[in-house]
């Protein structure tokens, strides 16, 4: 067997590896959910997680916040939350006689916002505004939010009492939806046998510093994408958008999203190239929560299974760019 | 999925009949009017063949009977193995027009189907809606759907679909007919039923479709007493003035509302009172489902009987579901009405029956349709 | 290719096939012909949105009107019996057919255009019996199919496709079903493919169902077929110098197969068409004799009082297929005793009585409506009695055979002198015309040049002063000798010889064989044997002087080889589709029950009932067939669609070698599904290697490495390490 000139490795793979087994520690038997939320966090975009409680969402986000050393923030959204619990509020010092602006949690780098269909439309927007914009205007003055800045957002997808769902305008706005589950029998069985005096997060040491992050968010935009895959994101795209079972499809900024997050999983697996896998292996998180599935009378609640399933079928259906 | 769908499992056949039914399937053959014409001329050639003995004839009646045949066993070929499925929405009202996929699936190895026409059937009867597919290569399924409106709420059995073709050459049709039995529920129309709201109340009348929560549009200012949400403090206001100042919320709307449906028989069958008959289910239904959307629990009260308050997209299921099959009592049972002083009671009712509607004055609004 | 243009070049071949066919009937007037050529390809481009044909339905509707006023006019003008409505209707079809190809707009028009095709078919079927209707037959066939599919393709996407469901409002949208129409994804290579076949079966399955239909019918329509070939010479009339000088006319005349006479070269056979008995002045002709029609036995017709035994060993079958010629004449070698024909008798002894007649002076005629083909089969006895048997015979004759020995009083006195002198100190009328022929032979010398010098009568200026001319003068020499000498005589005119065609196992006789010779009463019983009888004691014994010289024979190159085997076809399409009937379906089947019989049990029963074993060629034959489409089918089941190619870009060097990669990549996925591995359009390089580690993996690692480096060629930014490619090559090629 003939050998190649091996393959060469962009270097940050090591650093990479490292924290994905890091964070891997704490979140035990689910390796994809730990690769999505690490591929947007490289592709500076935002993860939403829907899922059943106690599964591990806030596990995921403190682990990822430990392994980069980078300040970690929950913020868990409840009905009577207000704008200002998040952004912040003017508080009055007496003593100076000014009101000074005491920041709200959302001037972290990891930013769990949990159960977000908890709380008042209102509240959502100022979270999702900062998200989009990267910085808060409160009172006129605008404070930045410094980089890198990530929100894991969850919804628990069963409960419907009392909530105000996300609407698909502001779906658009995560890069990835994903959805941890339920661990396998084997590693349950492991989990619960494991238990230690400390919780497992703990053991999350640091490997990379914060601007390591940053350098790493730059590199992956030098990661080159052939034009035959942009053709077939687009491709993709264009028959979401003209299927009949989807009243709405894809949007640009989902197919830039695919695309930033395609180049973010080559990085991730140590590539300085992107294959048509990764697109194609992103395409259902990336794509499934901002189409809107046929109805003809809007009720609440999205069928999520439907939509993965369409997006397969079109998968199904495209030819990969040889 | 599919909540407005229940399937129903077919009868296990013999092996006998299974075996007749591979051998010689169930078709229906019908000549288009191109076929007709033709059979004609083959005929005409035919004869004239038979008569003249020309024998180059005899070649073009060959060639003529030949496309017949193969004809006939290209459609064959093309209704084998194929497979129909429908994708359903998850609700289905009255009125309203919606789309109901169609999947077809072709699990022939080695063979693509062309030209193909899928109807569903109603109670074996075809809907009148076709959907076509040009192409299904082999071992593809593909997907289309048709646009289609029930005029009236109800249990509707849908009992399987008609595959036909006239691949190759469009001189007859050829179509089977694939069972695939289902009960579709239709819902009541829904109408618009903001302007029959008569009374202005925190959880009703709101235009807007978010939810009652703690909103801060409607407030008022009031001091700070100790004991108080230091949350509540308005930062501002409290500046200005020098002392604390707390916001006031309005009392959250965590109330119930009933949904009162008389549903007694107090007409002739004529077409007139069926429509006052459905407008009340329709009223009905419209109200649980506004209310729903607001996040009240709603309940249902028919003479039928009653479904217990709950929340959420289930409960209004559960509801329309229920108004689907409601029939009307001639007897007329009595109507338990829900008690509680956090109920709000709203009634419907036909202008007739008005009088039989027991203690008006716990009614919160008591909508009146039809003439007396 | 877009399906809207291959739908129209479909029906355009469909329709050029239906008129091919027509006019190579002869029928279609010229200026028809060249006006449908010249206006069918111009009525391609006539169509919108280039040109709107509603336009000109006025001028259209005119102008037929014109056309339709026209070929009336023809009809009633040519008079009554030649004007033709088949012509007229003909003609009509293909200015109709013009007319709609113009008018092109919805599929009722197409459908229109079909049909009138179809039309236009059954009339060619009517008027051309010649191969060419085979071809033309066969490319409509195919392109019928065709165009029956696709046109069903589209009329579906037409009534169907218009509406697009959009759920918000409330009305459907139509979607432009040109885009469809012109898009290349419905009609792939494999449609194509497929369709072809259909085609194919739709041929061979009419070829079965003509074999199959029973012919029960009488067939009382006689075929017309083109106007017959002029052959001079069998008129009742004939001027000395016309006939047998033309050497160079190739037009086949007449096809005989002679079983028990295979391939015996050259063919000496002289084919008697008419005997002139009067010689006037450079004209003989015939003294008009009343013609006596044929007696029927069974199937035969003969001539005399009794059924001759056609199963004597002496007699000689042999069937004629002449071809539409402007004689009546019915050719045969030797002596005629009885005619047959098959198929036809029907027609020729109920329809009209008797058609086939002989006269007194031998000559066999049938009627035919105009001219047309005939085929029969002579039973002919070759056999001439014995030299001695003749030089025995008795040299006076009875009166009725004066005629032979008409002597115009023009002739010159000289030519009795020379006969005498000729046949000084013969005793027998045998010895002198063996004489006279003889010196002829050796003193003249042939030619086709035709001088004429003085003003003598052309035989004595053949005689006396030239010494040379073609076969008319040598036979009419002789004859006039004969007859100075007393002995009965006549002319005859004919054909000699024939070309053996190897393809067809028969003899092609040719309007250059046309030849005179002589014929030579003696009082002698033809044949010997116990159907001898009667009047029937005369023979009448054939004599050639003429020098056998008689022109280069036809080389024969590649071309005329080819030119042998086409003939071979016509004669075999002759055979076997225009005159198919009966007795040949019921011999069909029997060879049919044979073959398979001599496949499966090694024997085959001949027509007289016998067993014997079968040859072993039909068994190697089926063998060989049946491996062959074996083979085919694991070819084309190894064949799959190529992936689809990548995209044009800038070439740069890098793309290029992107491009190289990428088709070694896929050779490798073809070869893989040659061995059963199929990967999919939607699959990763990598799923596919995934997959390939389940289901083949052994191979597993050299398609790791190939996927690998074509991963990273492919879709990364790494040029390739010099030789990098070429490995991967070997390594795909060793899969």
Redesign the interface.
Same mark, same amino acid.
């Given at each position: 067997?003939?050998k190649?000139?091996p393959?060469?490795r962009a270097p940050w793979s090591d650093a990479v590896r490292r924290l994905e087994e890091s964070v891997a520690v704490a979140v035990k038997g689910k390796p994809e959910a730990v690769r999505l939320a690490l591929t947007a966090f490289l592709a500076r975009g935002h993860v939403l997680i829907e899922d059943v409680p106690g599964v591990g969402k806030t596990t995921l986000a403190q682990a990822v916040a430990r392994s980069v050393g980078c300040t970690f923030q929950r913020i868990q959204f409840t009905? *009577?939350l207000?704008p200002s *619990?998040v952004l912040g509020?003017?508080?009055?010092n007496p003593k100076d006689a000014v009101?000074e602006f005491k920041r709200g949690p959302i001037f972290a780098n990891v930013i769990l916002a949990d159960e977000i269909n908890r709380t008042?439309?209102?509240t959502q927007s100022c979270l999702l505004e900062a998200m989009s914009d990267g910085q808060v205007t409160i009172e006129d003055i605008t404070h930045h939010l410094a980089p890198p800045f990530i929100v894991i957002a969850t919804q628990n997808p069963v409960e419907?009492?009392?909530t105000?769902p996300l609407p698909e305008s502001q779906m658009d706005r995560f890069l990835l939806r994903i959805t941890i589950g339920y661990p396998g029998d084997a590693v349950e069985r492991q989990i619960l046998q494991d238990r230690k005096s400390q919780a497992p997060i703990e053991t999350v040491t640091q490997v990379a510093s914060a601007s390591d992050v940053l350098a790493m968010q730059a590199a992956v935009d030098d990661v080159?994408v *052939?034009?035959?895959?942009d *053709?077939y994101i687009i491709q993709v795209v264009r028959e979401t958008r003209e299927s009949?079972?989807l009243?709405l499809g894809v949007s640009t900024r989902g197919a830039l999203g695919l695309h930033h997050a395609a180049k973010a999983r080559a990085f991730l697996d140590g590539?300085?190239?992107?294959?048509?896998?990764d697109a194609?292996d992103l395409a259902v998180a990336t794509f499934a929560h901002r189409v809107v599935v046929?109805?003809?009378?809007d009720?609440?609640?999205g069928?999520r299974?439907?939509a993965d399933r369409i997006i397969r079928?079109i998968?199904?259906?495209?030819?990969?760019?040889? | 999925?599919g909540t407005a769908l229940t399937a129903l499992t077919s009868p296990s056949l013999t092996r006998w009949e299974r075996f007749r039914r591979y051998m010689r399937p169930p078709r229906r053959l019908r000549f288009t009017r191109e076929g007709w014409y033709f059979f004609f001329i083959s005929l005409g050639v035919g004869l004239a063949a038979i008569n003249t003995g020309n024998n180059l004839l005899y070649l073009i009646l060959g060639m003529t009977l030949s496309l017949i045949i193969v004809s006939g066993i290209l459609s064959e070929v093309t209704l084998r193995r194929l497979e129909v499925r429908r994708?359903p929405?998850?609700?289905?009202?009255a009125k309203?027009?919606?789309?109901m996929?169609i999947s077809l699936a072709n699990s022939k190895r080695r063979y693509p189907s062309y030209s193909i026409e899928v109807e569903d059937l109603l109670g074996d009867r075809p809907l009148e809606k076709k959907c076509y597919f040009l192409k299904v290569p082999s071992g593809r399924?593909q997907?289309?759907?048709y646009r289609y409106e029930f005029p009236r709420r109800g249990r509707y059995a849908l009992t399987g679909f008609r595959v036909s073709t006239k691949f190759p050459f469009a001189l007859f049709r050829k179509s089977r007919v694939v069972e695939a039995p289902a009960d579709v529920v239709v819902f009541p129309e829904?109408v618009d039923i903001r302007s029959l709201l008569t009374m202005v109340h925190p959880s009703m009348g709101e235009t807007s479709r978010?939810?009652v929560?703690?909103?801060?549009d409607f407030y008022s200012l009031r001091e700070f007493h100790p004991g108080d949400d230091s949350?509540e403090i308005h930062?501002k206001a409290?500046?200005k003035v020098g002392h604390l100042l707390i916001r006031e919320r309005e009392e959250e709307a965590a109330r119930q509302v009933a949904i009162c449906l008389f549903s007694g028989d107090v007409g002739e069958e004529t077409p007139a009172y069926i429509n006052e008959r459905e407008r009340l289910v329709s009223i009905a239904a419209s109200l649980v489902?506004h209310f729903i959307?607001l996040?009240n629990a709603v309940s249902l009260v028919t003479l039928e009987g009653a479904i217990p308050p709950a929340?959420?997209?289930?409960q209004?299921l559960r509801i329309l579901r229920a108004c689907a099959v409601l029939k009307f009592e001639r007897e007329p049972k009595p109507f338990l009405l829900p008690k509680g002083a956090r109920v709000d009671r709203i009634g419907v009712v036909h202008r007739r029956a008005a009088h039989l509607l027991p203690a008006k004055k716990t009614f919160t609004q008591i909508i009146e349709v039809g003439e007396a | 290719m877009r399906f809207a243009l291959l739908h129209k070049l479909s029906s355009y071949a469909m329709v050029s096939s239906a008129f091919l066919a027509l006019y190579f009937s002869g029928e279609v007037a010229p200026h028809f012909s060249v006006l449908f050529a010249v206006a069918v390809p111009l009525s391609w481009f006539w169509e919108p949105p280039r040109v709107d044909p509603r336009r000109y339905n006025v001028v259209w509707n005119i102008l037929t009107i014109i056309v339709l006023l026209y070929l009336l006019a023809e009809v009633l003008l040519a008079g009554a019996g030649s004007g033709d409505p088949l012509s007229l209707g003909i003609h009509f079809l293909t200015f109709i057919e013009i007319n709609k190809l113009f008018n092109r707009r919805l599929s009722r028009d197409y459908l229109q255009i079909y049909v009138v095709s179809f039309l236009m078919l059954v009339a060619a079927a009517a008027l051309n019996t010649d191969l060419s209707f085979a071809v033309f037959f066969l490319l409509y066939v195919i392109f019928a199919t065709w165009t029956l599919i696709l046109f069903h393709l589209k009329r579906e996407m037409e009534d169907n496709y218009l509406l697009?469901?959009r759920?918000?409002q409330g009305v459907s949208e139509r979607i432009q079903v040109d885009r469809i129409l012109n898009s290349r994804r419905i009609v792939g290579g494999s449609f194509l493919v497929g369709t072809s076949v259909i085609s194919l079966i739709v041929f061979l399955l009419s070829s079965a169902i003509f074999l199959l239909f029973p012919r029960l019918g009488f067939g009382l329509f006689v075929s017309k077929t083109r106007g017959g070939i002029t052959v001079a010479g069998f008129s009742e009339r004939v001027q000395l110098g016309q006939f047998g000088t033309i050497r160079d006319n190739t037009q086949v005349v007449m096809r005989v197969e002679i079983p028990s006479l295979q391939g015996l070269r050259p063919l000496n056979f002289r084919w008697r068409g008419i005997a002139l008995d009067r010689y006037d002045k450079g004209v003989w002709s015939k003294t008009r004799s009343r013609p006596k029609p044929a007696a029927q036995s069974g199937d035969f017709l003969f001539f005399g009082r009794q059924r001759p035994n056609i199963d004597a060993p002496e007699i000689t079958r042999m069937t004629v297929f002449l071809e539409p010629l402007s004689t009546e004449a019915v050719f045969f070698a030797g002596d005629l005793r009885a005619i047959e024909f098959p198929g036809r008798l029907a027609e020729v002894m109920i329809g009209k009585r008797r058609l086939v007649k002989r006269d007194d002076h031998g000559d066999v005629t049938m009627s035919r409506h105009g001219s047309e083909s005939a085929h029969y089969n002579a039973y002919v006895s070759l056999r001439e009695p014995p030299a001695n048997a003749l030089r025995a015979a008795p040299g006076d004759v009875s009166t009725e055979f004066g005629l032979y020995l008409q002597f115009s009083t023009e002739l010159s006195h000289k030519i009795p002198k020379l006969a005498h002198e000729l046949t000084a100190g013969l005793s027998n009328n045998y010895d002198k015309a063996v004489a006279i022929q003889k010196w002829l032979h050796a003193n003249f010398r042939y030619t086709t040049e035709m001088k004429r010098e003085t003003q003598l009568d052309p035989v004595e200026e053949f005689l006396f002063v030239r010494k040379e001319g073609h076969c008319e003068y040598f036979a009419s020499a002789m004859t006039l000798l004969l007859r100075a000498a007393g002995i009965p005589a006549r002319t005859v005119n004919g054909f000699l010889g024939g070309e053996w065609n190897d393809f067809g196992k028969y003899y092609t006789i040719r309007q250059q064989d046309a030849h005179s010779w002589v014929e030579v009463f003696f009082n002698v019983p033809r044949a010997p044997g116990p159907d001898v009888r009667g009047a029937e004691t005369h023979s009448w014994i054939t004599f050639d002087p003429t020098p056998p010289s008689r022109g280069a024979p036809r080389i024969i190159g590649w071309t005329g080889r080819i030119e042998e085997w086409i003939d071979s076809l016509r004669l075999r399409w002759y055979k076997w589709v225009v005159e198919f009937d009966l007795s040949k379906q019921v011999g069909f089947f029997r060879d049919v029950g044979n073959f398979f019989r001599g496949l499966f049990s090694g024997s085959t029963r001949t027509k007289d009932g016998r067993i014997v074993p079968a040859s072993p060629t039909p068994r190697i034959v089926v063998v060989s067939l049946l491996l062959a489409a074996v083979i085919i089918w694991f070819v084309f089941r190894g064949r799959r669609g190529v992936?689809?190619? +990548? =995209?044009k870009?800038v070439d740069g060097p890098r793309v290029v070698e992107k491009r190289r990669v990428?088709k070694v990549? /896929?050779d490798m996925v073809a070869r893989l599904e040659r061995h059963g591995v199929k990967k999919r /359009?939607?699959?990763? %390089? =990598?799923?596919f290697l995934g997959f390939v580690h389940l289901h083949a993996t052994v191979l597993w690692?050299?398609v790791r490495?190939v996927s690998? +480096?074509y991963?990273?060629l &492919?879709?990364?930014? &790494?040029p390739a390490?010099p030789g990098?490619i070429e =490995?991967m090559v %070997?390594?795909v090629k060793s899969i």
């Open positions: 067997m003939q190649f000139a393959v060469p009905s *009577d207000l *619990d509020v003017s508080v009055w009101f008042t439309p209102k419907h009492y009392g105000y080159t *052939d034009p035959s895959i *053709d009949p079972l009243e590539r300085a190239f992107v294959l048509p896998d194609k046929s109805r003809a009378h009720t609440v609640g069928m299974e439907e079928e998968l199904e259906r495209i030819p990969i760019p040889s | 999925m994708a929405p998850d609700s289905i009202h309203r027009p919606f789309l996929g399924v997907q289309t759907s829904l978010t939810r929560g703690r909103g801060e949350r930062w409290t500046a489902c959307a996040g929340h959420g997209r289930d209004a | 697009k469901h759920p918000e992936p689809h190619p +990548v =995209r870009q990428t990549y /896929n /359009n939607c699959h990763t %390089a =990598r799923e690692p050299k490495d690998t +480096v991963e990273e &492919r879709f990364g930014e &790494r390490a990098e =490995r %070997a390594i």
